[in-house]
């Protein structure tokens, strides 16, 4: 398998998807305590990559969007509500909690159905996810190389 990636929610720079290395922010919903995580892109949908707190953007996805059956920490003792017990007690990087997040946010016509798609933007977006109209599709060059929006999107 290739690498993947994610297209920019903002327009608020040239660049339209994220590749390994850039700096990004991934918006969070008031539902799960809002603000926003900033984080380097390392590939393949790790967030804090190589921490303690490695998650993975899938496994955020579907907690998001409450998908039955995921496997978190019983340390929580409840299905995690905040991005902070997402990330602590939600195994996001666990292939079945991922595979969900895949299932119901691979695809664009997916995507365009989630109550919360992730909103992925650039490190200097200052607005609220609630306040980003976009979405984060995946990329097309799966991040491989630096793509621009074009001056008919």
């Not at 969070?28 to 804090?48: A, L």
């Not at 998650?55 to 019983?74: H, K, P, Q, R």
């Not at 200097?124 to 001056?151: H, L, M």
Request: aromatic share 16%; net charge neutral; proline share 3%.
């Amino acid at each position: 398998m290739g690498s993947f990636s994610w297209l920019r929610a903002d327009r608020t720079t040239k660049r339209s998807n994220l590749t390994k290395g850039d700096r990004y922010k991934i918006l969070i919903p008031k539902e799960f305590g809002g603000g926003f995580i900033k984080d380097t892109y390392y590939d393949y949908g790790h967030v804090f990559h190589g921490t303690e707190n490695e998650a993975d953007l899938y496994g955020i996805l579907a907690y998001w969007n409450g998908c039955e059956g995921m496997d978190y920490s019983y340390e929580c003792g409840h299905y995690p509500k905040t991005m902070e017990e997402i990330i602590k007690y939600g195994n996001t990087c666990k292939q079945s909690n991922r595979c969900k997040g895949i299932c119901i946010g691979c695809d664009d016509k997916d995507i365009d159905k989630l109550k919360f798609p992730l909103k992925l933007v650039s490190a200097s977006y200052n607005r609220a996810y609630e306040e980003c109209e976009g979405r984060s599709y995946r990329d097309p060059e799966q991040g491989f190389v630096k793509t621009y929006w074009g001056k008919d999107e």
